[in-house]
């Protein structure tokens, strides 16, 4: 069966004319209107005007905190600045613990509210309290060399730690601190409630010490519960 091939001349141009017209005409669509693309998606104007106010709410309030913060930072400093003792006064026992203990649970490196807090606490002048951890470090880096010497002491202090972000700054903490509380918990509150309790303890200690210590040099014959 032989196979018709038909040209363009064969066909009548009437008929060609219609199906052009029927073929463009299957490819015409009715566009969707305003009003139903706005009952879908909702108004743009709308949305983009609700996620800039949340935005400028949160600016605000974050500057505000930040303000807040700042202030408060600058008060604790001007207590910390306050304290009457000299540069040669020696640290007591307590004090000693206390800063040891922020040097080796939570960071070497308190920032300018973490050392005002510390101070005010503790009892000790600001600029006493950040000589002390400046004078710690460098002491652990002379150690360091002398176990391992090599030129990049200081890296294995800050290989120890992790950077954090809280309360708006950059803080650098030991991970033993990480692992025991969030990231998000270690505000200036919580730096002030651990030293506190810390603090706190060790005053009890000596208080309980001091009472033992009496009460043998009144009555030596008196067992002392161990």
């Not at 196979?3 to 073929?23: C, F, H």
């Not at 006493?128 to 060399?145: I, P, Y």
């Not at 950077?163 to 692992?179: F, H, S, V, W, Y």
């Not at 998000?184 to 000596?206: C, G, P, Q």
Request: hydrophobic share 35%.
């Amino acid at each position: 069966m032989e196979s018709v091939v038909l040209s363009e001349d064969s066909v009548p141009r009437r008929t060609l004319r219609k199906r052009v017209i029927t073929s463009k005409g299957s490819l015409r669509f009715k566009p969707a209107s305003v009003s139903a693309i706005t009952a879908r998606h909702g108004t743009t104007s709308e949305d983009n005007l609700k996620k800039k106010a949340y935005k400028q709410a949160f600016l605000q309030s974050a500057a505000r905190a930040q303000s807040e913060r700042e202030t408060r930072v600058r008060e604790l400093k001007k207590r910390a600045l306050a304290i009457t003792s000299t540069g040669k006064t020696p640290a007591t026992s307590r004090q000693r613990l206390v800063m040891q203990m922020v040097y080796d649970e939570i960071t070497p490196y308190p920032d300018e509210a973490w050392v005002s807090q510390l101070g005010v606490i503790i009892n000790r002048e600001y600029h006493q309290v950040k000589n002390w951890f400046s004078n710690q470090r460098q002491k652990d880096a002379r150690d360091s060399r002398q176990h391992t010497p090599q030129p990049a002491a200081p890296a294995s202090l800050e290989a120890s730690l992790c950077k954090i972000t809280c309360d708006g700054r950059d803080l650098r903490l030991r991970t033993a601190a990480l692992n025991s509380c969030g990231v998000e918990d270690w505000s200036d509150t919580f730096f002030d409630e651990v030293v506190m309790i810390y603090n706190f303890r060790l005053l009890a200690k000596h208080s309980q010490e001091e009472a033992m210590a009496a009460l043998v040099e009144s009555e030596p014959d008196v067992a002392i519960p161990s």
